[in-house]
């Protein structure tokens, strides 16, 4: 296992444009999570998943944002109709179901809307 | 609410120690973690310690806590230039998530 893979590196679009990206945890681990990190700022939480149920979600997450984990094992951040706001390095994590040992990231997808 | 505050800068002599500050908001946080993250990549965990316990070593590295001043410290011993990165502590508050409060981020220059 090679860690958390994320798809693509960095992307950009045109504002209005609706994006994916893609996270393939490490194949054991049973939580998944999504963060967001703009320039000079700490990670912030999005999203969680265990297994396939998407158990919390932040107020961060507007109606443009939706992830999916449909079998437990890869997951989805889609972004509907890209503002500038949105350009930031989009960052997912696994970690086993207990979680306190620590999360493993992904090196991140990077957006940028023009 | 829910803060995690870390001083923005730190630069150090290579061969030097570093010391890096945390201060945290949840009393109850049970776990606190280090993190590092090097430019265009993800956050790599470095330790962590459990709220029972003052302090951890392991190897360069030693975290000391101080629960009753909800201050975390990270300091890395015989400094390197591999170690320049920006260092984020965080916390699981005990809400019921497990979800982390990252701090802002320490941006460590080793000078050679």
């Known amino acids: 296992d090679t860690g958390v893979s994320q798809n693509p590196r960095h992307k950009i679009t045109k504002r209005g444009q609706n994006v994916t990206f893609r996270c393939d945890p490490i194949?054991?681990?049973?939580?998944l999570y999504w963060y967001r990190q703009t320039l000079g700022q700490g990670p912030e939480f999005l999203t969680y998943?265990?297994?396939?149920?998407?158990?919390?979600k932040s107020r961060l997450l507007s109606d443009r944002f939706s992830a999916e984990r449909p079998k437990g094992s890869f997951s989805t951040l889609e972004i509907q109709r890209t503002e500038q706001g949105d350009s930031a390095m989009y960052l997912c994590?696994?970690?086993?179901?207990?979680?306190?040992?620590?999360?493993?990231f992904g090196s991140g997808t990077r957006l940028t809307v023009v | 609410g829910e803060d995690v505050e870390q001083s923005l800068f730190l630069s150090v002599r290579e061969g030097d120690s570093s010391v890096i500050n945390c201060t945290y908001t949840?009393?109850?946080?049970?776990?606190l973690y280090w993190y590092k993250q090097e430019p265009g990549a993800g956050l790599q965990l470095l330790t962590y310690?459990?709220?029972?316990?003052d302090m951890k070593q392991d190897q360069r590295l030693t975290v000391l806590l101080n629960k009753k001043d909800k201050h975390l410290s990270l300091r890395i011993a015989d400094t390197q230039t591999g170690d320049s990165a920006i260092y984020f502590c965080?916390?699981?508050?005990?809400?019921?998530?497990?979800?982390?409060?990252f701090g802002t981020g320490t941006r460590l220059k080793v000078l050679a």
């Open positions: 994590a696994s970690s086993l179901r207990t979680g306190n040992d620590g999360y493993t």
């Open positions: 194949s054991e681990h049973n939580r």
């Open positions: 998943f265990q297994n396939e149920a998407q158990l919390e």
């Open positions: 949840d009393s109850s946080s049970t776990y």
């Open positions: 310690i459990f709220s029972n316990m």
């Open positions: 965080a916390e699981i508050p005990t809400s019921g998530t497990y979800k982390y409060i």
